[in-house]
């Protein structure tokens, strides 16, 4: 995917991303060095999909934790 470094605002880069320009802002600090303003990036997305695993199951567990707190107060 492409994307195109409008302008900068404080820490942050202002890309707009893909034909439909939708407007990302990304921390100035992971931009490859020599990145400016009319810069193009190349972007790229990829699944983690044992990070998602574990979030998930992080989540489930407390979920079922604050409904055993739930029920204790019955």
Request: no cysteine.
């Amino acid at each position: 995917m492409r994307a195109v470094i409008d302008r900068f605002e404080g820490n942050y880069a202002v890309l707009l991303v893909g034909e439909s320009e939708v407007k990302v802002d990304l921390p100035q600090s992971i931009l490859p060095p020599g990145a400016r303003e009319g810069s193009i990036l190349d972007l790229s997305l990829e699944l983690r999909e044992e990070e998602t695993r574990d979030t998930l199951e992080q989540m489930r567990k407390r979920i079922e934790g604050l409904k055993g707190k739930g029920e204790e107060g019955r």
